[in-house]
């Protein structure tokens, strides 16, 4: 049985060392070029408002319905083994699979990109898919092989009684304070706002290729922002879970708001935004233009130490959507199995750890892109309209332990935000997102037929 030993500090050390972690390191470059400028940043503070209003959804729905599995647990208790309740378990177990281990991986990926600081040859190609089979496209470099050790590591680390692996969580988070408190820190004393606010003529019109580039700069400060709901997905381990959750989601979207903006602002004061646009590293090239080689090396080390906070959080969290799924009967029984010792999914976390090495050998840029587009309508769409359904309940409306304020603005702004970043998501990858979606209701039309028929056989 699982225990319910995380605490807040414990629930806020996940949650922001999984929205932390390497995303801010690696993305600000792309961010910045896809508004071709610093007013880019304005991503970063519509994502934080975004953030905020969906992090309300979350908080509603995890005190109103705590347990392991995040949203799958949430259409559990809301939708029961109606057909509407089994489809929407089914596609959120579906999507998962398609979008959990990418997001895990970009960590792990990303981990290896400041890891080539130290080893340049990680940059270098590996092999070419075409070299595999023939007629395939992209290449795969050393520093993604790299990654997928990077993901053993962190598997091993999961691997251990919940309450042990909360004590590590925290050391790690420490570390990721310390990180970021230090590149901000060195950022606003040399501080030149003539670069951070280097703006073109027409850097604020919102027509043609700029409202497409704001799109593409939410959807990074979304991927940046994610996590901030990640102890949901261990309710059944939290004290306190109705009011452990809320009070964690909403102190980890302030704290992280306010560390994304003033770190990326202060790194633009330092490094011309041309620059940081080439840069694979931008905060490393931060700290060598002021103090050198030395603190360069060190910065990188520790941003290492940051995404493996990340990248370990978000294995703890995403291990227990397999374990909650197969508990109810809707994935294989052997999943729903507990360490005889130590009370914890091993065999969940074990197969989340080998499915997200596999995704480390794709492009970091690819990477982000399909798992929210895999992402957004059956989880994040899908959780506001519960919420909506949920408050259209006279029986329900009373008996929320957590009432968002100001309802429904909250949930329609996080609503048009999440719609906002789908719409404007390149066609390609728009076209990966709904692909798994039609899919998954045709597998599920599949499954639920084979379960019906089986039910009732005599």
């Excluded at 801010?24 to 519509?46: C, E, H, K, R, Y």
């Amino acid at each position: 049985m699982l225990q319910r030993k995380l605490r807040l500090l414990q629930a806020v050390s996940l949650n922001t060392s999984t929205m932390v972690g390497i995303g801010p390191f690696i993305t600000i470059p792309l961010l910045v070029a896809s508004m071709n400028g610093p007013q880019a940043m304005v991503g970063w503070v519509l994502g934080a408002i975004v953030a905020l209003a969906d992090g309300l959804v979350w908080c509603e729905l995890a005190a109103a319905f705590p347990g392991s599995g995040g949203t799958y647990h949430f259409y559990d208790a809301a939708y029961g083994e109606g057909r509407a309740g089994r489809l929407l378990k089914f596609l959120f177990v579906w999507q998962f699979f398609f979008s959990g281990p990418l997001e895990i991986a970009s960590g792990a990926v990303g981990l290896a990109k400041y890891l080539a600081y130290f080893a340049p040859g990680l940059l270098g190609t590996a092999w070419s898919w075409g070299d595999l089979i023939p007629g395939a496209v992209g290449k795969v470099a050393w520093g993604q092989v790299a990654a997928v050790g990077v993901m053993g590591m962190a598997t091993l680390l999961a691997y251990r009684r919940i309450e042990m692996a909360g004590r590590l969580m925290v050391v790690l988070w420490v570390g990721m304070l310390a990180t970021v408190g230090w590149v901000i820190a060195t950022g606003l004393s040399h501080f030149n706002p003539s670069l951070a606010f280097d703006l073109a003529p027409d850097a604020w019109s919102l027509t043609g290729a700029n409202a497409l580039g704001l799109g593409a700069a939410l959807a990074i400060a979304m991927y940046d922002y994610l996590g901030y709901y990640q102890v949901c997905y261990l309710g059944d381990e939290v004290a306190e879970p109705s009011r452990t959750i809320p009070r964690s989601i909403l102190i980890s979207v302030v704290l992280v708001s306010l560390i994304y903006l003033t770190m990326n602002v202060s790194i633009l004061g330092v490094v011309p935004w041309r620059e940081v646009v080439k840069s694979d590293h931008a905060a490393t090239d931060m700290m060598l233009r002021i103090h050198g080689a030395t603190a360069a090396g060190l910065v990188s080390a520790m941003i290492v130490w940051t995404a493996m906070a990340s990248v370990f959080a978000s294995l703890l969290a995403y291990s227990r959507v397999p374990y909650a799924s197969a508990k109810a009967g809707h994935f294989f029984r052997t999943f729903a199995a507990t360490h005889p010792r130590g009370d914890f999914p091993h065999l969940s976390l074990l197969l989340i750890g080998g499915i997200t090495m596999v995704a480390c050998l794709f492009e970091l840029e690819t990477i982000i892109a399909a798992l929210l587009s895999s992402r957004i309508l059956i989880q994040f769409v899908g959780q506001i309209v519960t919420v909506f359904l949920l408050h259209a309940r006279p029986e329900a409306r009373g008996s929320l332990p957590f009432r968002m304020p100001f309802y429904p603005i909250p949930a329609v702004v996080a609503l048009l935000g999440w719609l906002f970043v789908f719409g404007t998501t390149e066609w390609t990858i728009l076209a990966y997102g709904l692909g798994t979606l039609v899919a998954g209701v045709g597998a599920f039309a599949i499954w639920d037929g084979m379960v019906r028929r089986r039910e009732a056989a005599p």
